[in-house]
């Protein structure tokens, strides 16, 4: 039982500057398998990232999470053939928790 193809998504940092909104970094490891012997699997992990990179340019959200305007991606330089590895950074901005009224003030 092969679990490829995958995206696992870690959460790399997140941070707010005074009343600006939250910036969350998120990262995406990308692994594909393809055993062809011309070791093509690059050009199907570059389709998926360019699925990824369509599909947050067409609609920003996900949920109340909106990407930012950034998107980089990189390849693994050695592909381990016939497994391939890409990453992806995004950086959303979440919604502000907005301070509640206390009622003892």
Request: with cysteine.
């Amino acid at each position: 039982n092969n679990p490829v193809p995958y995206i696992i998504t870690v959460i790399q940092e997140g941070n707010r500057d005074g009343d600006d909104p939250f910036v969350i970094k998120i990262g995406l490891v990308i692994c594909i398998y393809n055993n062809s012997l011309d070791r093509s699997g690059h050009f199907d992990l570059l389709k998926v990232i360019q699925k990824l990179e369509s599909r947050f340019g067409k609609n920003s959200y996900v949920g109340n999470f909106e990407v930012r305007n950034s998107f980089k991606f990189a390849l693994q330089e050695v592909q381990p053939h016939p497994y391939y590895y890409g990453g992806v950074i995004l950086e959303f901005n979440a919604p502000r928790t907005t301070k509640e009224d206390s009622f003892y003030t």
